[in-house]
């Protein structure tokens, strides 16, 4: 039986897949699942045209359904392959404050993330995700280089 | 929202567009004075004995119906507006779609602009400070209009196969109509249709490029409107039929920033004179009753007021229930809400910022023995310091503190301009789709229509076609305003039905 949840914030990037593999062999030695979350950049006070409003909802499907079968199910399955359980959701919002709420909301007890994107500009100026997790997880992270 | 014809003083004030063609320019004025003319002089003409326009009474009254028989909806729902724009009743499993904030922001994105600035001048400059009260209290009554047409564009939008989700008062009138037994509605519609499309390409695209013009060689001296025309014909056709996407959303993101800088230079200049500001609002509030000298006195106040503020939130106009129609959301009348700030922004906020800097800055003269405002006869309002009115009146006012401000001024009205246009290129697209049908090559053939009026309004001065289309405009909301009156039965029950819900605690708070 199961005893813990591993969450990784899969973001499908090539750091990612070291991410996935480091779960993974850490999940079979203390017989842990897994719960991938990948996260949609998304905020509600962005400013969009009239024609990108009409179009929004028709888009959103469209990007759940690409990252649910080009991210999400192949992630699960190689997990799923290697007799580890596994479970995932994709969402939208801000990727750092939600891998932290979805970590309560399945009683996670250690996060996962890769180093990708630590090394932007943009990420020196407002912070990357793996630092933003450092600093407001409320478990264990582990940031896989 | 500007207009040429209502606002003949900020047209005068504001250099036109030089003539590319003279001769077409004339040819077409002739055509259109000839066999428009009757009709802008019947939307546009004065009620007897005062200069008040039927048309700003017809929206005036509207707002005050819808006031009364929503129970002054814009006071006591104002706080849950908040709550609602912030999010918290927002389902967080809705995130990725269009927020209560992001459809506010975007319609206001289309209404706010050079009308807030140069508009609020004119009304001041002819009304006196006095004007200023007048016009706060129609933008609060215009409130309770865009709650009405707001709900009812959610209410009635479409939700196609592929997941696109448009509305607007043409879907209202044609369902709504429909779902109450009344007839007419499809000529209704048809009829908000035309005048919408002719409005789109006149008020909501060639008046912007022509305005847009003026002030770019206002500030780069004197060149041909054509060349500006095509500038910008050729990035709103990169927009609206290219597709790029990041020129769009760059202009979005720059336009309420704008605004929002607006507003912060305003409260820097009045944190400047903190002193003066009790002063302000007493001239403000003396002014709206005595009029404080200026010729007309008090109705003179109250008409310019009132005209400044049912022409500058398009509240009754329809266009609002276009652009908030697409929110996520399962009530309707939660964007009613929502969309109830929009006036107040626009036209409680931003114009009263604009109005005390001109009062307090002191570029309206004043008789110093008599402490009345000096009336220029000939000009047909109050003197100014540099005899400016309009936009060139704010810019002189907001200069008199910080000089570099003109410049800055100049580059928000192109932004507001080239905002204005883009929303209402869609306006005007949903309308011709009502009419046309939906597909590629229908689309094309009207955003190829509206570029090329990019040009036209830009390198003519086509008074009599800009008056038409703004006749049009305001067409729109004789057409509207009608709908809502017969179809308000239908937002009451939903309003009922809500705040019941909202009270027994059946509709959830996800936060705050």
């Known amino acids: 039986m199961t005893s813990e949840t591993y969450v990784v914030a899969y973001e499908c990037v090539e750091d990612d897949e070291s991410v996935l593999d480091y779960a993974i062999a850490s999940a079979k030695k203390t017989g842990a699942g897994l719960h991938i979350v990948h996260i949609l950049e998304w905020s509600p006070y962005t400013f969009l045209t009239p024609q990108e409003i009409e179009e929004r909802h028709g888009r959103r499907k469209e990007e759940l359904t690409r990252a649910k079968e080009a991210l999400l199910e192949p992630a699960m399955a190689r997990v799923k392959a290697a007799g580890v359980p596994v479970d995932g959701e994709i969402r939208y919002g801000s990727i750092a404050e939600l891998v932290v709420a979805i970590t309560k909301e399945v009683n996670g007890t250690m996060i996962y993330v890769g180093r990708s994107g630590m090394h932007s500009i943009s990420a020196r100026v407002f912070g990357s995700v793996p630092l933003g997790l450092a600093q407001i997880a409320h478990v264990p992270t582990v940031i896989v280089p | ?512």
């Open chain 2, 1 to 512: 929202m500007r207009f040429n014809k209502l606002f003949p003083a900020l047209a005068a004030s504001l250099a036109p567009a030089p003539l590319m063609a003279q001769g077409i320019d004339e040819t077409i004025n002739t055509i259109f004075a000839d066999y428009t003319g009757w009709y802008v002089s019947f939307i546009f003409a004065p009620l007897p004995g005062t200069t008040f326009s039927w048309i700003a009474l017809w929206l005036v009254v509207g707002a005050l119906i819808f006031t009364g028989y929503f129970g002054f909806i814009q006071l006591r729902g104002f706080a849950h507006s908040i709550q609602l724009v912030k999010g918290d009743y927002s389902d967080p499993n809705d995130a990725g779609e269009v927020s209560h904030f992001q459809a506010l922001a975007t319609a206001l994105s289309g209404t706010v602009g050079l009308g807030n600035i140069a508009g609020v001048a004119v009304a001041v400059g002819i009304g006196g400070p006095g004007a200023t009260f007048w016009m706060v209290v129609a933008g609060l009554f215009g409130m309770a209009t865009k709650f009405t047409e707001c709900t009812l564009g959610v209410k009635y939008r479409n939700e196609y196969p592929d997941g696109r989700v448009s509305g607007g008062p043409m879907y209202y009138i044609t369902k709504g109509f429909a779902e109450r037994g009344l007839p007419g509605g499809k000529i209704l519609a048809i009829l908000f249709c035309i005048f919408t499309i002719l409005g789109a390409l006149g008020g909501g695209n060639m008046f912007q490029a022509n305005q847009a013009h003026a002030q770019l060689s206002g500030v780069l001296g004197d060149y041909p409107g054509w060349i500006t025309g095509i500038l910008i014909a050729i990035v709103t056709f990169m927009v609206i039929v290219g597709g790029i996407k990041s020129i769009a959303s760059v202009t979005e993101k720059v336009v309420p920033f704008m605004g929002i800088f607006y507003v912060a230079v305003s409260l820097i200049i009045l944190l400047m004179n903190i002193n003066m500001i009790g002063w302000a609002f007493g001239q403000i509030f003396m002014g709206a009753f005595t009029g404080l000298g200026v010729v007309g006195g008090f109705t003179g106040a109250l008409i310019q007021g009132f005209r400044r503020a049912a022409f500058s939130n398009e509240a009754g106009i329809g266009s609002a229930a276009i652009a908030h129609s697409a929110v996520k959301t399962k009530e309707p009348i939660t964007e009613g809400y929502v969309a109830l700030l929009e006036p107040f922004i626009d036209t409680v906020v931003i114009c009263t910022m604009t109005a005390l800097v001109i009062v307090i800055t002191g570029v309206l003269n004043v008789d110093p023995e008599t402490g009345l405002y000096v009336w220029n006869a000939e000009a047909g309002r109050i003197s100014t310091q540099g005899e400016v009115a309009g936009v060139e009146l704010t810019s002189a006012a907001f200069a008199s503190v910080f000089s570099w401000f003109p410049a800055l001024l100049a580059i928000a009205v192109v932004l507001f301009a080239f905002s204005t246009m883009i929303s209402w290129s869609y306006y005007g697209l949903k309308a011709w789709t009502y009419l046309f049908g939906e597909g590629a090559a229908k689309e094309i053939v009207f955003k190829v229509i509206f570029c090329i009026f990019i040009v036209i309004g830009s390198a003519a001065n086509l008074g009599p076609v800009i008056d038409f289309s703004d006749a049009m405009l305001f067409s729109m909301a004789i057409v509207n305003i009608i709908a809502l009156y017969l179809l308000m039965p239908i937002v009451k029950r939903e309003l009922s039905s809500y705040v019941a819900r909202l009270q027994s605690g059946e509709i959830k708070r996800f936060k705050g």
